[in-house]
């Protein structure tokens, strides 16, 4: 379905669309108990905020992994934000792109959250639909803490294979033949 929907339809959203049909098939048909693989339950509710409880003898691996995150994140959102100041003319101060960059990391750390980095892909996408504000980015943060409370109980029957339908190629890319 996802391939004729990325033919035949390329424009649409065929992640949202294959998710809306997918969760009421699995309710309908029983497909769980016939061995589809499903999310299951979804914990609700906002995030704790504290420090993680880790073992002070790991501290060195967590370390190192933690250096490599940071090194990596690091580069590819100052990549990322060198190519729109390049592509729109503006300035970038890779000093203030740290800061931010640990600020987030730091933030996410204290509510168990994931790293977080700027990404190329990511942005090269919203600038190309037109996006010039933080705006959609702010949308984005309360639809994610509008699912946390309210909305996450819906995706306990999302067939797991149904998220690879989230993979698709940007809209503008054209089919190969």
Known sequence: MVLLMRYQLPNWPTGPIVMALSIPA????????????????????LFSIGLPDIDWSHCGTLLTGA???????????????????????????PNQELIAQGMSC???????????????????VADSAGQESQMPSLLNAVLVVMTLLFLASIFQNLPSAALGAWSKPHAKSSPRK
């Open 26 to 45: 699995v309710n309908r048909f029983d497909l769980a108990d016939h061995g589809v693989s499903v999310t299951r339950e979804v914990p609700t509710g």
């Open 67 to 93: 250096l490599a995150l940071t090194f990596v994140g690091y580069s590819e959102s100052l990549a990322a934000a060198r190519s729109m100041a390049v592509k729109h003319g503006y300035d970038i101060d």
């Open 106 to 124: 730091g933030t996410a750390g204290l509510v168990s959250g994931f790293s977080v980095n700027g990404s190329l892909p990511k942005t090269s």
